[in-house]
């Protein structure tokens, strides 16, 4: 019987799919679950939605609630981590202190100021749970879907001292657009995506032996409601060569030419929704469904066998049984992109069996990838230093590196937004608040990605 920790359990619908795809793996029916957050009627909620589901599917499958972090972890086989360190309210901040600096956000959960301080805000949070990892689950692993992805899992391969994969969807959803575009079934794609997360490139596109690449942007041209709906994407795919996992309303943020004139907005922008990059679009988006999300998650059934393409119950079924999975998962930098630093986070293609997550190297990504990355990775790496010695001016010196912010702020500018941002958020930032709370880096990214309890045979067959 597994056990699975589940923390940042009171998404009122990621939890129950995430559950629900690993009860469809048949060794897995009876799992027992621990559920735990830090909001009471949240974890309630669901946790009741979790055992109707379980009943209606017949399953023998147990869960337990609880707002204890430690007791949740005890004992864990696997942990997944989805939580959102102070909900829509400091998330609320993200957007709209930026904002006032003319910095436009549509999701701000990446990099940018919204970016940068919801990993300040996250990183000590994951760096607890991972102190009581090492205490009482020392051999499980922590699959992440916490933003900001390439920060979180960078602060925690340093600091945390356990195993560690960060999980995301973007390559799914991109692949299956490429697939609608290509008038193929997505099966049939042959498909190699490298990168970082939400700025990964597909840098293979097969079908049936033939390469999709060269004629992919003409190829979208023959769908308007795509080209409508993501005109900075298929820009950027003009222009590169390339084609984004992300969607109009994340690429265009994390890039210094599309959201820096408010004037060009239209231009770049389709205002129906966050997808299409509207401003401050995915914080309205997620308001706006806050108060009747209740009403929609409970009435909603989740049959057993609807498996999601999430990583996350691929990842444990082949660690578990040895059937391989390949997914694009989110390790540590080494070598695998060799013209990205190393000690990155870097999203690519990986192996998963029964003796662990076997990362593949790439080589170089093409330039035009590469450079952009690397653009993304200088403030990712000082926030992760910043947030791990509780440095303030490191922190404003990844905002004024962000393109976005240096394509539209002076120095002055980002020194005070920063400032303002800093007092906002001071209840959720303990590392720069007088606590004292620092932390060591334990070790450097490993070879390859490996659960504890294989890696002692692996390391003995390495030497």
């Known amino acids: 019987m597994l056990k699975i920790a589940m923390i940042g359990a009171g998404s009122l619908e990621f939890t129950r799919r995430l559950m629900m795809d690993i009860l469809s793996v048949e060794e897995f029916q009876d799992t027992e679950f621990r559920l735990m957050d830090k909001n009471p009627d949240n974890l309630s909620f669901i946790a009741g939605l979790c055992r109707n589901m379980i009943t209606e599917n017949s399953l023998p499958a147990t869960v337990f609630e609880t707002m204890d972090q430690r007791e949740a972890l005890t004992g864990a086989d696997y942990v997944i981590c989805t939580i959102r360190v102070g909900g ?176 060009e907005l239209d231009r770049w922008i389709d205002q129906s929704d966050w997808i299409g990059g509207i401003t401050a679009g995915y914080l309205e988006d997620c308001k706006a469904k806050d108060g009747a999300y209740r009403r929609k998650a409970a009435s909603r059934k989740i049959t057993l066998g609807d498996r999601t393409d999430e990583h996350a119950s691929y990842i444990i079924e082949a660690l578990e049984t040895g059937r391989t999975y390949r997914g694009h998962l989110n390790v540590g930098n080494n070598g695998y ?90 209840a959720w930032l303990p590392q720069f608040n007088g606590e004292n709370r620092k932390w060591n880096d334990i070790r450097q990214p490993d070879a390859g990605v490996f659960t504890n309890r294989y890696k002692q045979e692996i390391n003995a067959f390495e030497v």
């Not at 090492?134 to 933003?147: I, K, M, S």
């Not at 690519?348 to 080589?363: A, K, N, R, S």
């Open 88 to 263: 829509l309210s400091a998330y609320e901040k993200d957007i709209t202190i930026p904002l006032k600096y003319n910095v436009d956000q549509c999701v701000g959960d990446t990099i940018g100021p919204g970016g940068v301080f919801y990993a300040l805000r996250t990183i000590p949070a994951l760096l607890d749970i991972a102190e009581d990892m090492r205490e009482v689950a020392p051999q499980a692993l922590l699959l992440n879907y916490a933003n900001p992805m390439a920060m979180n899992t960078w602060a925690l391969r340093r600091a945390g001292g356990i195993s560690v994969i960060g999980l995301c969807h973007g390559v799914q959803g991109g692949s299956r657009l490429i697939a609608k575009a290509l008038g193929v079934p997505e099966k049939e794609l042959s498909i190699t995506a490298a990168g970082i997360n939400h700025q990964t490139w597909y840098i293979q596109v097969d079908h049936q032996g033939e390469d999709m690449i060269p004629n992919l942007y003409e190829t979208f041209q023959s769908h308007p409601e795509i080209v409508e709906k993501e005109p900075c994407r298929m820009d950027v795919l003009k222009r590169f060569g390339y084609f984004s996992t992300e969607t109009n309303g994340h690429l265009s943020e994390y890039l210094p030419w599309y959201r820096k004139r408010p004037e």
């Open 337 to 426: 992109i060799m013209n990205l630093p190393g000690g990155s986070t870097v999203e690519l293609p990986c192996y998963v069996d029964q003796t662990g997550i076997h990362p593949v190297t790439i080589g170089n990504l093409p330039l035009p990838c590469a450079a952009t990355c690397r653009s993304s990775i200088n403030v990712q790496e000082m926030a992760v230093e910043a947030a791990l010695r509780g440095d303030k001016e490191m922190v404003k010196l990844a905002v004024l590196h962000d393109p976005l912010t240096a394509a539209v702020c002076n120095t002055e500018e980002v020194w005070q937004m920063c400032d303002e941002m800093f007092e906002a958020h001071a």
